[in-house]
T-cell receptor
Framework: GAVVSQHPSWVICKSGTSVKIECRSLDFQATTMFWYRQFPKQSLMLMAT?????????EQGVEKDKFLINHASLTLSTLTVTSAHPEDSSFYIC?????????????FGPGTRLTVL | AQSVAQPEDQVNVAEGNPLTVKCTYSVSGNPYLFWYVQYPNRGLQFLLKYITGDNLVKGSYGFEAEFNKSQTSFHLKKPSALVSDSALYFCAVRVFNNAGNMLTFGGGTRLMVKP
């Protein structure tokens, strides 16, 4: 149980285009999902907390207009990187909690590697 | 601020030997502590957690961790390392903010197990 998937697993795009990354909870309903960014050989940095049916809460320093988060259902959250630039190239990871089973543990998706040319 | 620290960037151990990956925490109140493992180009996999109860917590893949309140530590251990244990390990603590509760991660420790 508590499986989280991400799509795509990797994406290459041109500078100036927008990229959408999907995060799905496959066998549970997640009222809250989290989006992280990880640079090579570094730790995970929380970007935002995504709450179903409401606006995401962004961490300090994260541009909400650049990283659009939509949590339209209890099993899907999307992160859209708008007008991507090479400095947005990174590994993006989502996670979710299964409040019905274990409200304390976050389960992570496999990540999406974004490369902006 | 509530945080965890992993003092070692890398730990090297020979296969079959015991391993320890260190984590210390700075938390007000009772800490909720976690260990995750990350294999190359993959997301994080949950290993174990400490919420309350026994100080020795057993988790996945033969790993365990010992909560030590006096030393504010939560070191990850395994009696006999495998080459396949080579990966990046993260300690994390649950903290609370305006959005609810979230995880704050340590900087990570790369474990290298050599045959």
């Amino acid at each position: 149980g508590a499986v989280v998937s991400q799509h795509p697993s990797w994406v290459i795009c041109k500078s100036g285009t927008s990229v959408k990354i999907e995060c799905r909870s496959l066998d549970f309903q997640a009222t809250t999902m989290f989006w992280y960014r990880q640079f090579p050989k570094q730790s995970l940095m929380l970007m935002a907390t995504s709450n179903e049916g409401s606006k995401a809460t962004y961490e300090q320093g994260v541009e909400k207009d650049k990283f659009l988060i939509n949590h339209a259902s209890l099993t899907l959250s999307t992160l859209t990187v708008t007008s991507a630039h090479p400095e947005d190239s990174s590994f993006y990871i989502c996670s979710a909690r299964d409040p019905g089973v274990d409200p304390d543990t976050q389960y992570f998706g496999p990540g999406t590697r974004l490369t902006v040319l | 601020a509530q945080s965890v620290a992993q003092p070692e960037d890398q730990v090297n151990v020979a296969e079959g030997n015991p391993l320890t990956v260190k984590c210390t925490y700075s938390v007000s109140g009772n800490p909720y502590l976690f260990w995750y493992v990350q294999y190359p180009n993959r997301g994080l996999q949950f290993l174990l957690k400490y919420i309350t109860g026994d100080n020795l917590v057993k988790g996945s893949y033969g790993f365990e961790a010992e909560f030590n309140k006096s030393q504010t530590s939560f070191h990850l251990k395994k009696p006999s390392a495998l080459v396949s244990d080579s990966a990046l390990y993260f300690c994390a603590v649950r903290v609370f903010n305006n959005a609810g509760n979230m995880l704050t991660f340590g900087g990570g420790t790369r474990l290298m197990v050599k045959p």
